[in-house]
């Protein structure tokens, strides 16, 4: 056993073992620093992805609470009872930018890259790029979202609308939503 630790050990101090040694470990520290510049790029990329879909949903919501503003402040509104007006805004917000631009509430995409997807779309993408701890406070949003139909959204006041609307937006998760 001895002789083959000092077998070892000469080879290892030989011209050929140093060099095989000098490279296994010059290998070794290339693939670990490529390894972590590409993790690094990834994750760059996705907080980039994640802070524009947070923009463009922030801008169509916007888009939709001013429209909402616009038709409340109008004479003799009443937030108890179901608005045609505000059921076409939320409608509108609802579907694709590109499918709006004709409509009495249009809803238009801050990227050109989003305009084809429904809001829906863009919440989905977001819960998939998000954490763990982020993704369960914005889980709800799209669940409830998905469930506004016409239907659904005909039977229901402002009052309530907008209380669904609170509830989904102006929660922890949002709360940067006037930084962009």
Not at 46 to 74: D, F
Not at 96 to 119: G, L, M, N, Q
């Amino acid at each position: 056993m001895e002789n083959k630790k000092s077998r070892i050990m000469k080879f290892l101090n030989s011209n050929l073992g140093l060099w095989l040694l000098s490279t296994v470990a010059v290998g070794f520290f290339s693939f670990s620093y490529t390894e972590l510049s590409a993790r690094s790029a990834e994750q760059e990329r996705k907080s980039a992805q994640v802070t524009r879909l947070k923009i463009e949903i922030a801008q169509r919501v916007a888009q939709y609470v001013g429209q909402v503003k616009e038709t409340v402040q109008a004479k003799g509104f009443d937030p108890d009872i179901p608005n045609e007006n505000i059921v076409m805004a939320t409608l509108s917000l609802l579907k694709p930018p590109s499918s709006t631009k004709d409509a009495k509430h249009p809803i238009y995409a801050a990227f050109d890259e989003y305009k084809d997807r429904p809001v829906v779309s863009l919440l989905v993408e977001l819960d998939v790029l998000l954490e763990k701890e982020d993704r369960m406070r914005l889980t709800p949003s799209v669940d409830q979202l998905s469930s506004f139909t016409p239907g659904v959204l005909a039977k229901m006041s402002t009052k309530e609308i907008d209380g669904k609307f609170k509830e989904m937006f102006v929660t922890e998760f949002w709360k940067d939503i006037d930084d962009y």
